[in-house]
């Protein structure tokens, strides 16, 4: 059965390569049989395994196995306990900087723990969830409590990715689905080693990609993941830095106009269409066209909090100088962190795919200038939900009464940031027959696929 899988993802391996080799510059060999599909002193090599932190700062951890695991001394690898209960359950907890596991009457304290089901079928589940590989229980570096880890192989890891990141779709859309494996595979490659001082790779939320376990895998992304194997994008020579998000609205945007970072010659503005003047590939998105609507009181009560923690956000860190000036008092004394009455809100620029380059918001402490996607952290929906605003692609209505603000909308397009990939277009595009290499192809253009080398 195994095999059988491999070689037909293999076959569909190579139809992939010899689309993708049609548009790929001709330095990069196609990935096709017999030839060497790595440029020479440029391989990518496949993670061993994935390190996914699954909770941080716990004070106690509970898990449980589905069969017989070892229990294993993380930095020895010695073997320390056998649990030959199926259901069994492992609690840990920290003492200093040692973890102390406890299963009935055994117990034991080490710096590291490692849970390694005896088969790799078996299960160990946490917090409701179940997930392959093994587990390590650190305590957490920089918190109290403990730090769990979810140590898995990278194509395992994008099984419990996938169905959350893009949702679950029918077989006409799985092209979309194989080109949403490749770009989070890519995403995480190239995130590899970001964490590294929390003692995981990748989060298993928003922070990174949400990745749920393997309890509600979806049979068809599984196999959009087997058709892609390994397969990763690189532009000029690196790896692609594979931004995806749920709706563009029409037009992806540059990278450098919506974060406080440097540009990428694949994360441009273009429309998300076949071609000029045609109707956007997420037209039908429920979040294509969205209202949110303040009356001037709530806005105010909310710039309450999001205008200093905007004020925080450009402080920690090294941001670059395109996002100053942040704030301008209104005089001696006037603090950023008390915002007071506000005065009056205006867009003072945009990005050229459309979205919020720069609003100023005057309130009685002063004038506060919010750049690129930070808008969505600052004017928060009135209800809370989404948590910020679904995108910094927005025109603003204000109605004054007296002077004072009474009412200010926000009639905006699209869901997330914009940048890479559009989940929505790329599902249109699968239902119009687009391949998974044209689309992405679409949405980083210049881009080539590569496979990554195993280890
Ligand atoms: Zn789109």
């Keep these: 059965m195994q095999r059988r899988i491999f070689a037909r993802g293999w076959f569909v391996f190579l139809i992939l390569a010899g689309l993708w080799s049609g548009c790929a510059p001709k330095r990069l060999a196609p990935l096709v049989a017999g030839e060497q599909p790595f440029v020479q002193g440029d391989e990518l090599r496949a993670p061993t395994l994935l390190n996914v932190g699954l909770a941080q700062g716990r004070q106690n951890l509970l898990v449980s196995v589905n069969g017989p695991c070892l229990v294993l001394d993380s930095q020895s690898r010695k073997k320390l306990f056998r649990l030959e209960q199926q259901g069994g359950q492992l609690q840990f907890s920290r003492q200093g900087d040692f973890v102390v596991w406890l299963h009935g009457s055994v117990r034991g304290k080490q710096a590291g723990i490692v849970l390694q089901p005896v088969d790799p079928d078996y299960r160990l589940t946490h917090d409701d969830k179940d997930y392959r590989g093994d587990f390590l229980?650190?305590?957490?570096?920089?918190?109290?409590?403990?730090t769990l880890v979810n140590q898995v192989d990278m194509e395992s890891y994008l099984k419990g990715v996938v169905p959350w990141e893009i949702g679950r779709h029918g077989q006409e859309?799985?092209?979309?689905?194989?080109?949403?494996?490749?770009?989070?595979?890519?995403?995480?490659?190239?995130?590899?080693?970001?964490?590294?001082?929390?003692?995981?790779?990748?989060y298993a939320s928003v922070m990174d990609q949400v990745y749920k376990g393997s309890r509600h895998e979806d049979p068809l992304c599984n196999q959009a993941i087997a058709e892609t194997h390994g397969l990763v994008l690189k532009s000029n020579g690196r790896l692609v830095d594979a931004y995806y998000s749920a709706c563009c609205g029409g037009s992806s945007s540059r990278v450098e106009k919506v974060w406080p970072r440097k540009g990428e010659s694949y994360l441009v503005d273009h429309?998300?269409?076949?071609?000029?003047?045609?109707?956007?590939?997420?037209?039908?998105?429920?979040?294509?066209?969205?209202?949110?609507?303040?009356?001037?009181?709530?806005?105010?009560?909310?710039?309450?909090e999001t205008l200093p923690a905007y004020i925080d956000y450009m402080i920690q860190g090294d941001r670059p100088a395109w996002a100053r000036p942040m704030f301008s008092p209104s005089g001696s004394g006037a603090d950023p962190n008390q915002p007071g009455r506000l005065h009056d809100l205006e867009i003072l620029a945009y990005t050229p795919s459309g979205r919020i380059a720069q609003l100023m918001i005057s309130t009685e402490a002063g004038t506060y200038h919010v750049r690129g996607d930070r808008v969505r952290w600052v004017l928060v929906p009135p209800s809370g939900q989404p948590s910020i605003l679904r995108s910094a692609r927005f025109e603003l209505e204000k109605v004054r009464r007296d002077g004072r603000l009474t009412k200010i909308s926000a009639r905006g397009?699209?869901?997330?940031?914009?940048?890479?990939?559009?989940?929505?277009?790329a599902l249109e595009m699968a239902r119009q027959g687009y391949s998974a290499s044209k689309i992405l192809l679409h949405y980083y253009p210049g881009s080539v696929l590569q496979r990554l080398e195993a280890q």
Aim: hydrophobic share 35%.
């Design 413 to 425: 397009g699209g869901y997330g940031h914009g940048i890479g990939l559009c989940q929505t277009g």
């Design 173 to 202: 859309e799985l092209a979309a689905l194989a080109a949403q494996a490749v770009a989070a595979r890519t995403y995480t490659v190239s995130h590899l080693g970001s964490r590294k001082s929390l003692g995981f790779d990748v």
């Design 137 to 146: 229980i650190i305590p957490s570096p920089k918190t109290n409590g403990l």
């Design 271 to 304: 429309p998300d269409s076949p071609g000029s003047g045609k109707t956007a590939f997420c037209s039908e998105s429920k979040y294509f066209h969205w209202v949110e609507t303040w009356s001037g009181d709530r806005l105010e009560e909310i710039l309450q």
